[in-house]
């Protein structure tokens, strides 16, 4: 027998809801579609109740005894729980980290250039990493660079809060910035306001 490929390319096997002949259990407690009990009938009877009303018999509760089912358009089900996955999906931000990168001997004006560049980053809700980099001899001066993070820090204060304090990384000196909570607040207020 060969050996099976590194990456398995077969389409993944995938779980189907117990919905109507695929449910199994002898007696179910059925819920009916405007939510009213039906009662602890038959398989048979359930199946029966859904294909009158042209509906579909969804096992919502295998854990309960007797399990309980619901009576609905499954179809109709699906669609909206993609749709709130979707909206749910399209609300979230997920949290990036950006970076400035700088020298310890950086000119006011390109400081301006990278504080700007920090606090849109901030605005944006995503994290910070300042970095300084080192360059041949420059790493003697790593108080210099610390004095500067700690600058950076300190103008940052009304959007930022500093998440790890600066350390030598290699021929880097690192520090991570994160956004104020109330600072989104306030954004989030003035926005709607």
Same mark, same amino acid.
């Given at each position: 027998?060969?050996?099976?490929?590194?990456?398995?390319?077969?389409?993944?096997?995938?779980?189907?809801?117990?919905?109507?002949? +695929? *449910?199994?259990?002898?007696?179910l407690?059925?819920v009916?579609? $405007?939510?009213?009990?039906?009662? @602890?009938?038959? #398989?048979?009877?359930?199946l029966?109740v859904?294909?009158d009303?042209?509906?579909?018999?969804?096992?919502?509760?295998?854990?309960?005894?007797?399990?309980v089912?619901?009576?609905?358009?499954?179809?109709?089900?699906?669609?909206?729980?993609?749709?709130?996955?979707?909206e749910a999906?399209?609300?979230s931000?997920?949290?990036?980290?950006?970076?400035?990168?700088?020298?310890?001997?950086?000119?006011?004006?390109?400081?301006?250039? +990278? *504080?700007g560049?920090a606090v849109?980053?901030?605005?944006?809700? $995503?994290?910070?990493?300042?970095? @300084?980099i080192? #360059?041949?001899r420059?790493?003697?001066h790593?108080?210099?660079?610390?004095q500067?993070?700690?600058?950076?820090?300190?103008?940052?204060?009304?959007?930022?809060e500093?998440q790890?304090?600066?350390?030598?990384?290699g021929?880097n000196?690192?520090?991570f910035?994160s956004?104020?909570?109330?600072?989104?607040?306030?954004t989030a207020?003035a926005?709607?306001?």
């Amino acid at each position: 027998m060969p050996p099976r490929p590194r990456f398995d390319r077969r389409a993944p096997v995938r779980e189907l809801p117990n919905i109507n002949d +695929r *449910i199994s259990y002898p007696n179910l407690r059925v819920v009916d579609a $405007d939510g009213s009990q039906l009662g @602890v009938i038959t #398989r048979e009877a359930a199946l029966e109740v859904a294909r009158d009303r042209e509906l579909d018999l969804v096992l919502v509760s295998e854990k309960a005894d007797p399990p309980v089912c619901r009576i609905m358009d499954y179809g109709k089900y699906k669609f909206e729980q993609e749709k709130k996955a979707k909206e749910a999906k399209k609300k979230s931000h997920q949290t990036e980290v950006k970076e400035v990168k700088m020298r310890y001997k950086i000119d006011s004006h390109d400081y301006q250039v +990278r *504080i700007g560049q920090a606090v849109r980053f901030l605005k944006s809700g $995503d994290k910070v990493k300042c970095t @300084v980099i080192f #360059r041949g001899r420059e790493i003697q001066h790593t108080a210099l660079a610390e004095q500067l993070l700690y600058r950076m820090a300190k103008d940052l204060e009304e959007s930022a809060e500093i998440q790890q304090p600066p350390k030598r990384e290699g021929r880097n000196m690192i520090m991570f910035l994160s956004p104020r909570k109330q600072a989104a607040g306030k954004t989030a207020a003035a926005a709607a306001g």
